[in-house]
């Protein structure tokens, strides 16, 4: 609905009340009404407020990373010991490709957008987040696209030629029946799903703050998830683009990675590198939002150089994409060609070690409160530093040229991955969980789930270095005891047994707290930042009055005397919020916000059926594109009471452009 101009006058509404009156309690609870999705099963498949779509997300994601855990778990057993036949060599296939995928496309990047789904529209003091109904498609294009790879899995269809899915392995010639097509279209699923969330962000972060929210002020983390949201509508296009045309060469027989006639195999490397080494940053950056979420918090202090962690994030964001034929080092490349990206491969180690610098200056000068979020903090810092010095090391060309495709590649991603983004997310789940919930986790547990995942991780992976040193290959089913690798790989096996007992007694925590927990409160770490200033768990409007902000640590510094600490004239008997401008956050507009609806599931449901046709036929796309024009028209189509709206607002507009003549 197009907005209206923000003016002494009220937008004008039948019986409207509007916020800021005496009785706040009672405006709170129009305002949650207003804006609560309906009950029952009906109102979860309508649903678009970011919170419950941010927690369907997040537990969907979580889902995700369990099931792409047991297939972990499955190949550590595989390894345990040379020779052994518990996986044949084509399941073993389908099991590392389906971890890979998982965890890289249906966990790591996802789970990251789902939480800023959540908290994005909260720290930024809105009452919601902009394009609901879109977001809500988002989801179901997500689930749908997990379901389908998991659901040809199950009957010995699922992809065999890695998460890279490289060609001509993964081409007509050797990848035979659908399992590479159904990877190519899980990728079209999530791609989707991210490039949305993306416009999603940046468009609350830019026009959805609260007024004196201006750029300087925004929370790290929000600066964090805003610079990943740039990020994928760069990289995602470029993946996307490769699952295509990878798509056409299985079903009508293109040759875009065929040499043969004329295409080119690394053509598919360059454009999924393109995107896959950012991916590393989609999933890391995150991270690095998190540690600036919690540090000030259990440092007790602000945040030391913001704005050099600002610039930071940036510059890693930028320098990500000129990272990419650092995968390639193997490859025919030009040398001088790898040099550059040797180069970039050690410069983008500068950002984060400023951002490093920052957060421990922060520590330092602090009073330190030891929760259980403080201690995956620290943990950060130890992993981090390992993932990032083997990292410089594989930025060398001769030393990647030894030990590519090795399980030293292995250890490094998952020191990278694991440890600059999975520890952080623990320690953010912990650390947000009394907000999502309602309630406190317990510490004991906590402590004891923390240290049985960092000896795990650490005992599962280090050894993988050394087995990569010694030749030990990656993705393959077994080994001769001849090797040598066999008791480096028990140890292995038994950290990962480890590790997953860590993340088993995190998941009993958190399903005890929420029912026996101690209560939270709105903010039980003191901390500084908007979401806080809200219930535990929010209200379905988020902030019964819109807040002024006045600092970076707008609950640490307060409102100055004189100055308003809210804004008030917003309707609380429709969905109304206020638009911001990009760079100082004035107040700029009003915007009505659309009622939920079932619109953005048969959506989602209807592009699903086209997507998944298309793997088998290309008349999908065809009578698919047909069959999606009738969910999104009925989507757009205008009702009669959102046309009463557009009228009232063009009368709204007349009258203060007369006043103001």
Same mark, same amino acid.
């Given at each position: 609905?197009?907005? @209206? ?18 009785? @706040? ?14 009950? @029952? ?11 419950a ?26 390894l ?7 996986l ?18 249906l ?19 809105a ?44 081409g ?56 990943v ?26 040759h ?21 080494h ?22 007790r ?30 490859t ?48 950060f ?70 240290w ?106 307060g ?5 308003p ?12 919020v ?84």
């Amino acid at each position: 609905m197009r907005p @209206g101009p923000l003016g002494e006058k009220p937008h004008p509404h039948k019986g409207r009340m509007k916020d800021g009156l005496d009785g @706040g309690e009672l405006v709170a609870r129009v305002l949650d009404a207003t804006w609560a999705d309906p009950p @029952g099963l009906w109102g979860w498949i309508c649903a678009i407020n970011h919170k419950a779509i941010g927690k369907r997300f997040l537990v969907t994601c979580l889902a995700f990373f369990a099931l792409g855990g047991l297939l972990a778990a499955t190949m550590r057993m595989q390894l345990a010991r040379p020779g052994n036949t518990l996986l044949g060599p084509d399941l073993y296939n389908q099991i590392f490709t389906m971890h890979g995928s998982t965890m890289m496309f249906l966990f790591a990047v996802p789970v990251m957008q789902a939480l800023a789904i959540y908290l994005v529209p909260l720290m930024v003091g809105a009452r919601a987040i902009a394009f609901p109904r879109m977001t809500a498609y988002s989801y179901w294009i997500f689930l749908f696209g997990g379901v389908m790879l998991y659901a040809a899995f199950f009957v010995n269809s699922g992809p065999d030629a890695g998460w890279f899915s490289y060609p001509p392995l993964a081409g007509p010639a050797y990848g035979a029946g659908k399992r590479n097509d159904i990877w190519a279209q899980m990728i079209t699923f999530t791609e989707v799903s991210a490039l949305l969330d993306a416009v999603i962000v940046i468009a609350t972060v830019f026009k959805l703050r609260a007024p004196g929210m201006t750029l300087n002020r925004i929370p790290l983390y929000v600066w964090a998830m805003l610079v990943v949201a740039f990020m994928i509508l760069f990289a995602m296009p470029a993946v996307a683009l490769a699952s295509a045309m990878l798509i056409m060469d299985r079903l009508v027989a293109t040759h875009f990675f065929n040499p043969g006639e004329g295409g080119d195999a690394l053509l598919w490397q360059h454009l999924f590198w393109f995107f896959g080494h950012p991916e590393v940053y989609l999933i890391f950056i995150p991270g690095l939002g998190f540690m600036s979420a919690m540090i000030p918090t259990f440092a007790r202090r602000p945040m030391f150089g913001y704005t050099a962690m600002v610039l930071s994030i940036i510059a890693t964001g930028f320098l990500s994409f000129g990272l990419w034929v650092h995968h390639m080092f193997a490859t025919n490349v030009p040398e001088l060609g790898k040099t550059f990206f040797t180069a970039a491969s050690m410069l983008i180690a500068i950002p984060t070690a400023v951002q490093i610098y920052c957060w421990i200056a922060t520590l330092w000068t602090g009073r330190l409160n030891f929760k259980v979020p403080l201690y995956y903090v620290l943990s950060f810092f130890a992993i981090l530093i390992i993932g990032g010095m083997t990292g410089l090391m594989l930025a060398s060309v001769s030393l990647d040229s030894q030990v590519h495709d090795s399980y030293f590649v292995v250890a490094h991603l998952h020191y990278v991955l694991l440890g600059g983004a999975v520890f952080p997310l623990f320690g953010a789940l912990y650390y947000w969980y009394p907000k999502f919930v309602g309630r406190m986790m317990s510490e004991r547990l906590g402590r004891w789930s923390f240290w049985l995942m960092f000896a795990g991780f650490n005992v599962a992976f280090f050894p993988m270095h050394v087995l990569g040193i010694h030749g030990m290959p990656r993705r393959v089913y077994t080994y001769p005891a001849e090797m040598g690798w066999g008791p480096l790989n028990l140890v292995a096996t038994v950290g990962a047994v480890t590790l997953a007992l860590g993340i088993l007694l995190t998941l009993v925590n958190a399903v005890r707290s929420a029912r026996h927990g101690a209560l939270a409160g709105p903010d039980p770490w003191g901390a500084g930042t908007l979401e806080w200033a809200t219930e535990s768990p929010p209200r379905m409007c988020n902030f019964p009055v819109t807040p002024v902000v006045h600092g970076r640590d707008p609950l640490w510094q307060g409102v100055p005397e004189g100055q308003p600490d809210h804004v008030a004239g917003l309707a609380v008997d429709v969905r109304e919020v206020l638009c911001t401008t990009v760079a100082d956050a004035h107040p700029d507009s009003r915007m009505m916000f659309p009622a939920s609806t079932p619109m953005p599931f048969l959506a989602a449901l209807a592009t699903a059926i086209f997507f998944v046709g298309s793997i088998f036929t290309p008349w999908a796309v065809v009578w698919g594109m047909v069959l999606v024009a009738v969910p999104l028209v009925w989507w757009f189509w205008p009702t009669e009471e959102e046309s009463q709206e557009e009228l009232a607002l063009e009368k709204l507009d007349a009258s203060v452009a007369a006043e103001k003549a």
